[in-house]
């Protein structure tokens, strides 16, 4: 697979990542065995996408554990991106960008992950009550000690996922001045935030930022929560506990309007032959959004992490991407 550079280009990985969180229960948590999203993270690797994203919130530490026990045996094949920043505090999600907690958390991941170092340590929110280098000097503490060897942002913003809280969208949404102010204490290698073929525009400052200063760009959600893949049926419903279920664009009538994006996807994909995806020509053209993304879509799934991994093969054309640039703005905020 293609190799793409993180940060100073001193760290490389896969064109394609795997997101990780889904293997916590995020989306149809019913479905999930530890089996199959053992299975998928050997499938990834072996397939090259190698950069596996994951968070200590997710589960919380299920996640974390579970590929702990894939990493025992192949951290050389690995490059870990994980995240600290957010905690449960009871029903709550609160930010917590405390230096102590930072180091705190740091070192819990490392046991649970099995691991002598972090490849990749993103904040995973910013926390108000705390100036942003304070959290950042500390993280970059933590590079000086060994146990990371880069640093970066999540930058999604408040409601985008499961770490949404109580606090609104001032705990969450780092911006391009929080990234200014953090570069001037440490380098920032990678920022993650959403991109996709239904959310062109959701990083419409974070991705020239990214592309001006060498940092990495990781696309959260490049499928749409899955409504991307052309598999979720208008109207059949979701788990409650399945994060779409409270998403407006997975109402029954924004899931019927929004078809009209598939097709578009389904329609390139045609021109590609016969065995390319809607799911590939959407992981496709965020690949195309510049030498820096690296989509990471998650799945607990091994033959969809192998189909998404094969997008790193298909390459648009200056049609498809004029076609794709045209598709209507999706139903639902």
């Given at each position: 697979?293609?190799?793409?550079?993180?940060?100073?280009?001193?760290?490389?990985?896969?064109?394609?990542?795997?997101?990780?969180?889904?293997?916590?229960?995020?989306?149809?948590?019913?479905?999930?065995?530890?089996?199959?999203?053992l299975d998928t993270l050997h499938t990834a690797l072996d397939l090259g996408a190698n950069l596996l994203d994951t968070a200590d919130l997710y589960g919380p530490y299920t996640n974390e554990l579970l590929l702990g026990r894939v990493l025992r045996e192949r951290r050389s094949d690995a490059f870990v991106s994980a995240k600290a920043g957010l905690r449960a505090d009871g029903v709550h999600v609160v930010a917590d960008g405390r230096p102590g907690y930072l180091r705190r958390a740091c070192d819990a991941s490392l046991r649970r992950l099995r691991t002598d170092v972090i490849?990749?340590?993103?904040?995973?929110?910013?926390?108000?009550?705390?100036?942003?280098?304070?959290?950042?000097?500390?993280?970059?503490?933590?590079?000086?000690?060994?146990?990371?060897?880069?640093?970066?942002?999540?930058?999604?913003?408040?409601?985008?996922?499961?770490?949404?809280?109580?606090?609104?969208?001032?705990?969450?949404?780092?911006?391009?001045?929080?990234?200014?102010?953090?570069?001037?204490?440490?380098?920032?290698?990678?920022?993650?935030?959403?991109?996709?073929?239904?959310?062109?525009?959701?990083?419409?400052?974070?991705?020239?930022?990214?592309?001006?200063?060498?940092?990495?760009?990781?696309?959260?959600?490049?499928?749409?929560?899955?409504?991307?893949?052309?598999?979720?049926?208008?109207?059949?419903?979701?788990?409650?506990?399945?994060?779409?279920?409270?998403?407006?664009?997975?109402?029954?009538?924004?899931?019927?309007?929004?078809?009209?994006?598939?097709?578009?996807?389904?329609?390139?994909?045609?021109?590609?032959?016969?065995?390319?995806?809607?799911?590939?020509?959407?992981?496709?053209?965020?690949?195309?959004?510049?030498?820096?993304?690296?989509?990471?879509?998650?799945?607990?799934?091994?033959?969809?992490?192998?189909?998404?991994?094969?997008?790193?093969?298909?390459?648009?054309?200056?049609?498809?991407?004029?076609?794709?640039?045209?598709?209507?703005?999706?139903?639902?905020?």
């Amino acid at each position: 697979m293609e190799r793409r550079s993180i940060g100073a280009g001193a760290l490389t990985v896969g064109a394609v990542g795997l997101g990780c969180m889904p293997m916590s229960g995020a989306y149809a948590p019913s479905r999930k065995r530890r089996e199959d999203s053992l299975d998928t993270l050997h499938t990834a690797l072996d397939l090259g996408a190698n950069l596996l994203d994951t968070a200590d919130l997710y589960g919380p530490y299920t996640n974390e554990l579970l590929l702990g026990r894939v990493l025992r045996e192949r951290r050389s094949d690995a490059f870990v991106s994980a995240k600290a920043g957010l905690r449960a505090d009871g029903v709550h999600v609160v930010a917590d960008g405390r230096p102590g907690y930072l180091r705190r958390a740091c070192d819990a991941s490392l046991r649970r992950l099995r691991t002598d170092v972090i490849d990749l340590y993103q904040l995973h929110r910013v926390d108000p009550d705390v100036p942003v280098e304070e959290s950042w000097g500390a993280m970059a503490e933590l590079v000086g000690a060994g146990k990371v060897r880069a640093l970066g942002f999540c930058a999604l913003g408040a409601g985008a996922g499961p770490g949404a809280g109580p606090r609104g969208d001032r705990a969450y949404a780092a911006t391009v001045r929080h990234l200014e102010r953090a570069q001037q204490v440490f380098p920032v290698s990678a920022v993650q935030a959403e991109l996709s073929v239904w959310s062109p525009q959701a990083a419409w400052r974070l991705l020239p930022w990214c592309a001006a200063r060498g940092v990495g760009f990781l696309a959260a959600m490049p499928l749409g929560s899955g409504f991307l893949t052309g598999t979720l049926v208008p109207g059949e419903g979701f788990e409650p506990e399945d994060v779409r279920a409270r998403h407006p664009r997975f109402t029954a009538y924004a899931m019927a309007a929004n078809q009209v994006l598939v097709a578009g996807l389904r329609r390139v994909a045609r021109r590609h032959g016969a065995e390319v995806t809607a799911a590939q020509v959407a992981l496709a053209w965020v690949l195309a959004q510049g030498p820096q993304v690296v989509p990471v879509p998650g799945t607990g799934q091994a033959h969809r992490a192998a189909e998404n991994a094969r997008a790193a093969e298909v390459r648009l054309t200056a049609e498809d991407l004029v076609e794709l640039s045209e598709l209507p703005v999706p139903m639902g905020a």
